[in-house]
């Protein structure tokens, strides 16, 4: 997966169901959601360019959205979580409910 935006490229192998990107701060993962958020919300008008190598859409789960839902609804999606978003770190996120 290739994400273009004017300032920048991310170039993405994700071969995984799962795939944590992490890096020292400052290394521009917030800034490659942030990216890909607006490429979600505006879609070529967000001057984004996303190259990928087979048809799912890309999901970005944030505070405001209902995660229940969204994994509910995922479906041949990639979804992109930075580490700022509370709900990882609630208890309610746990799906044993413990």
Do not use: P
């Not at 360019?49 to 969204?70: A, C, G, P, V």
């Not at 609804?73 to 996120?93: G, S, T």
Request: hydrophobic share 30%; glycine share 6%; proline share 0%.
């Amino acid at each position: 997966m290739e994400i273009e935006s004017r300032r920048v490229i991310y170039q993405l192998s994700l071969e995984r169901k799962a795939t944590v990107i992490k890096g020292n701060s400052g290394t521009g993962k917030t800034s490659m959601i942030r990216i890909l958020s607006d490429y979600v919300e505006l879609g070529k008008d967000s001057g984004v360019h996303i190259r990928k190598s087979s048809d799912y859409d890309i999901k970005i789960l944030e505070n405001r959205t209902d995660w229940h839902q969204e994994l509910e609804q995922a479906h041949n999606c990639i979804m992109f979580v930075d580490e700022d978003v509370r709900y990882l770190y609630d208890k309610i996120c746990d799906h044993r409910g413990q």
